[in-house]
């Protein structure tokens, strides 16, 4: 029998929390998912780790090279078998009732309408440490329609909907959205989930669903300094396709936004670090 749910860890020279990561899956609510670990040929001790792990539903797969971000998360969508897919990165968290509440959005969907659930999440440190949680702005749990989500989206500048454990899509998907695109890697998540909502409308769970870790050796605080640069790319390529309605005032009021929004978070890193 296959598992209800694929949650897939691509990790590199993540070994510092990866631990965490994992253990925040094995403590769901939720028991029926598999978890795949991808390690992209780390050179650290990830191997020793995983040797410590003894249960039937993970599945270490370790690169006999490097595939680079994209690359491995592109092969976390391959090996997923479940009915619903959550791409994790390896120092984020899910909260100990994700994939229970999550699951249930999907499954009480039977025509299939909703193409993404998520929720709110915390911002942690290195120590785990909350720094803030962001929330979908006052709304409450419900149904959002795409449009209005990804216009929501443009204008602020930035991804409201999250990082990649904070959604959950079904499986089927994957096979009409693709893979992931880094054209514009601090969007790399927000890109896929666009892609995913121009088949079906998102679903806001109003309680907080993951917890994004930032820390010196991240992806994302390494390349968060070219953002705005990323988002004008980002919304170009979006506002080209005419079934995401992305206006001129849309671009305009996002691009400006976002350059106040690589400022902002600047400085909290400098503050964090």
């Known amino acids: 029998m296959?598992?209800?749910?694929?949650?897939?860890?691509?990790?590199?020279?993540?070994?510092?929390?990866?631990?965490k990561t994992i253990d925040s899956v094995l403590n769901q609510s939720y028991p029926n998912f598999e978890l795949y670990i991808l390690d992209d040929n780390s050179p650290d001790e990830t191997p020793s780790l995983m040797s410590r792990y003894d249960d039937p539903r993970i599945r270490y797969i370790r690169h006999a090279c490097n595939?680079?971000?994209?690359?491995?998360?592109?092969?976390?969508?391959?090996?997923?078998?479940?009915k619903y897919f959550k791409l994790l990165p390896h120092d984020d968290l899910l909260a100990p009732d994700c994939l229970e509440k999550q699951v249930a959005v999907l499954e009480n969907d039977p025509a299939e309408q909703i193409a993404l659930v998520f929720g709110a999440r915390d911002i942690i440190d290195t120590d785990g440490r909350v720094l803030m949680r962001r929330r979908l702005g006052r709304d409450k749990a419900g149904r959002i329609e795409s449009r209005v989500l990804i216009k929501r989206c443009i204008r602020a500048g930035t991804n409201l909907i999250g990082e990649p454990g904070n959604g959950l899509i079904r499986h089927e998907l994957i096979k009409t959205v693709g893979t992931y695109d880094a054209s514009h890697p601090y969007l790399v998540d927000l890109d896929y989930w666009f892609r995913v909502l121009a088949h079906g409308d998102g679903y806001y769970t109003s309680t907080q669903t993951s917890a994004f870790r930032v820390s010196p050796g991240s992806w994302s605080v390494a390349i968060g300094g070219k953002q705005h640069r990323d988002f004008k790319g980002f919304v170009d390529k979006f506002r080209a396709d005419t079934r995401f309605c992305i206006s001129g005032a849309d671009r305009t009021i996002g691009l400006a936004k976002a350059h106040l929004n690589t400022i902002a978070r600047a400085a909290v890193y400098q503050l964090i670090f």
């Open 2 to 19: 296959k598992p209800q749910v694929s949650v897939c860890i691509p990790t590199y020279r993540g070994v510092e929390f990866l631990g």
């Open 67 to 82: 595939l680079g971000p994209q690359g491995n998360w592109n092969r976390c969508l391959e090996v997923a078998q479940g």
